[in-house]
């Protein structure tokens, strides 16, 4: 299936709590690569959760 665009997808994060316009505010994460919305996998939801697991690292 053919698709319009760069081919480039784009994942971010926001922060919603106690934000009634969280998009109006910077992102808290982001990752821009192509593909990286691609099911079943989602590469850019893994690679936050990794991120997310080596912050939380003590």
């Known amino acids: ?3 319009a665009g760069s081919g ?3 994942f971010e994060v926001y ?3 106690n934000n009634p316009t969280p998009l109006d505010a910077p ?3 982001r990752n821009s690569s192509r593909d ?3 099911s079943p996998s989602v590469p850019a939801v893994a690679l ?3 991120v997310v697991e080596e ?3 003590p």
């Open 1 to 3: 299936m053919g698709s």
């Open 8 to 10: 480039t997808d784009l």
């Open 15 to 17: 922060n919603a709590r």
């Open 27 to 29: 992102a808290l994460w």
């Open 36 to 38: 990286c919305l691609e």
């Open 48 to 50: 936050f959760r990794k």
């Open 55 to 57: 912050a939380e690292k």
